[in-house]
Nanobody, 122 residues
Framework: VQLQASGGGWVQPGGSLRLSCAVSGRTVGSATMGWFRQAPGKEREFVAAMRWSGSAYYSDAVNRRFTISRDTAKNTVYLQMNSLKPEDTAVYYC?????????????????WGQGTQVTVSS
């Protein structure tokens, strides 16, 4: 299984970015897909996930600003990030994890993408 993340960059506060995670070797609808992020000097933290059923959930820090989606035809998962804040600055990692009903933990993750840098500053 390979995950290729893209779409990061620099944006001003209040701006938007869309991250993509193209998956090969596994279908996005067969697993839990999502994103973590890691800021300098901090631990990797959960951002958003979509279960195989299509239901999504988010961290409190990004809820109502970020939206996760998937395109099964392209086998790609997206993270639409709106109203970005400087504290959203981090390297964002997409993941493919086990099919679980609850909220995913790093121990449930099978594969990681390579990370894409998001910088929010004026």
């Amino acid at each position: 299984v390979q995950l290729q993340a893209s779409g990061g960059g620099w944006v001003q506060p209040g701006g938007s970015l869309r991250l993509s995670c193209a998956v090969s070797g596994r279908t996005v609808g067969s697993a839990t897909m999502g994103w973590f992020r890691q800021a300098p000097g901090k631990e990797r933290e959960f951002v958003a996930a979509m279960r195989w059923s299509g239901s999504a959930y988010y961290s409190d820090a990004v809820n109502r600003r970020f939206t996760i989606s998937r395109d099964t035809a392209k086998n790609t998962v997206y993270l639409q990030m709106n109203s970005l804040k400087p504290e959203d600055t981090a390297v964002y990692y997409c993941f493919l994890g086990r099919r679980i009903a609850g909220r995913i933990d790093v121990n449930d993750i099978d594969s990681w993408g390579q990370g894409t840098q998001v910088t929010v500053s004026s």
